[in-house]
């Protein structure tokens, strides 16, 4: 329209912050890549890409999360736009972030091999580029604060997994222990999760039973006003 | 950067969701005004601008604020970017929505007239342009989550309150009562509001006690690792 002629235009991209869950580790991953233009070329950097014409800042970040990890329907939310005017040395680009959580497993080891990928703890990030460290830990913040008040946590672990294995994940989302005890009976007191009739033995003698996530009941419950917080400490 | 030159520039915009409380009515309110330009010049709008070359996103939004209630040093918090391609019917433009906290007394009556801007309670909000409805009540649900967290809702009162009008404030953003009892033990607790030698007899003949909040406890309290938490019910 021709009122709106007279205003400057942006470069808008979009940055992914992928997070992944080591269920061994018990470590919070994120997947990096190197940097394949010029300014800061071959550097680590979150998986990004810019706004083309006709696409929403939804489906920019579902593309660049699709052209780097080859899945679709993946949790994403957006977390925070970076508008300052030199952030990026190449040209004044505002990039909104989105943050993605993904079952590491569902990652293929050759996609991640053809893009030159790598998963890095969240503890041990090598240096990224502009503001991609300030990205990181304000998704991070966001991620701790999701996870109280909604069933996301699921996103990152396995469909059946151990009470002890959901706990190690929200303790390395919170980076602090939780008393177990209270975090078991919040959680079971939800009625969210489904008791399968399997065990897991690697980790103890006498097992413990595997549990899945119904999604079904959080969406029913949620209609009637069921409050999930899982604010345990 | 001549590599970036073959990406598309987008039309970026700040809108301003201005909430202030209204101690009388006990009643959050918005600050709206009439757009000036088409498309759906006339109607009831947030106030917004494009964001200028060399602007960053937080200095517009700041700009914005300014120029409609000559405020400065106003709280502000960036909460969502609105990216759908056609969610402008003027052309396609990317809107930051930034929340400002403003305390109503201190907008001169004579600036509203002039910008023809209007307070209106959030429970009878007129029809508003474009997503500027969404915008609304994603600020307020952002609104709501950080008044539990952070000290934010000091900013909508006078310097001196009671512990009655305080509780009204949560309330009208909780949209829901709030236990008294519970409620003065846990803010009184926290040790950041400093009683008054005066007390507000308008309401009661015994009258309550003024109270102030010390932002200086606030940040010493937080740098020892102190939480604020508010989640009263």
New interface residues.
């Given amino acids: 329209?021709k009122?709106?002629s007279k205003?400057?235009?942006?470069?808008?991209a979009v940055d992914c912050i992928i997070f992944g869950y080591d269920i061994y580790e018990k470590a919070i991953k994120l997947l990096l890549v190197k940097r394949s233009?010029?300014?800061a070329k071959g550097k680590w950097s979150l998986s990004g890409g810019?706004?083309?014409?006709?696409?929403?800042?939804?489906n920019?970040a579902k593309r660049i999360l699709f052209d780097l990890t080859r899945l679709k329907n993946v949790f994403l939310s957006?977390s925070?736009?970076?508008?300052?005017?030199k952030r990026d040395p190449?040209?004044?680009?505002?990039s909104?972030a989105y943050f993605a959580l993904i079952k590491i497993r569902d990652i293929d080891n050759k996609i991640k091999k053809l893009n030159g990928a790598e998963w890095k703890p969240v503890s041990k990030i090598p240096a990224l580029i502009f503001d991609h460290q300030k990205m990181v830990s304000d998704a991070l913040s966001e991620l701790q604060?999701q996870i109280k008040a909604r069933p996301v946590g699921f996103e990152l672990l396995p469909e059946k997994f151990t009470l002890v294995q959901l706990q190690d994940l929200y303790e390395a989302i919170y980076q602090r222990e939780i008393d177990r005890r209270n975090f078991r009976r919040k959680i079971l007191s939800m009625n969210l999760l489904q008791q399968l009739n399997e065990k897991e033995k690697e980790t103890s003698r006498r097992g413990a039973y595997y549990y899945k996530f119904i999604p079904e009941r959080y969406k029913s419950f949620s209609k009637n006003g069921f409050n999930f917080n899982l604010?345990a400490s």
């Fill in positions: 329209m009122v709106y205003f400057a235009r942006h470069l808008v233009i010029e300014p810019f706004v083309d014409e006709k696409e929403s800042l939804d920019a957006q925070y736009t970076y508008g300052d005017v190449g040209a004044r680009v505002i909104t604060n604010d």
